[in-house]
């Protein structure tokens, strides 16, 4: 298993930006597929960005396409989350997650490892 650890959150203003990080730890990081899911208050965790193992393929949930790209670094088992152009319907709380694996993956239940969340709020 990986332990994760999320940080960069915070507030900022609509068509400000944020970058997030995931540090990981354990030794299977760099097979893992990695991913950015987010949660708001009151609805379903929702997918938000992959990446697989090598970090040469990504993919993006379409309302942030465009706007955010997922990269990682398995020198410092890290992985990035650069957040552009925010809107409020960006506010929630973003929970990196990693499964072991080589091909991008979407589904919450299919990951093992998730991080505590850190919080984005996006003011109007």
């Known amino acids: 298993q990986v332990q994760l650890v999320e940080s960069g959150g915070g507030l900022v203003q609509t068509g400000g930006s944020l970058r997030l990080s995931c540090a990981a730890s354990?030794?299977?990081?760099?097979?893992?597929?990695m991913n950015w899911f987010r949660q708001a208050p009151g609805k379903e965790r929702e997918f938000v960005s992959t990446?697989?193992?090598?970090?040469?393929?990504?993919d993006y949930a379409d309302s942030v396409k465009g706007r955010f790209t997922i990269s990682r670094d398995n020198a410092k088992n890290t992985v990035f989350l650069q957040m552009n152009t925010l809107k409020p319907e960006d506010t929630a709380v973003y929970y990196c997650a990693a499964r072991v694996g080589r091909g991008l993956a979407y589904r919450a239940a299919d990951f093992g490892s998730w991080g505590q969340g850190t919080q984005v709020t996006v003011s109007s």
């Open positions: 990446i697989n193992w090598r970090g040469d393929y990504t």
């Open positions: 354990g030794p299977t990081f760099s097979s893992s597929t």
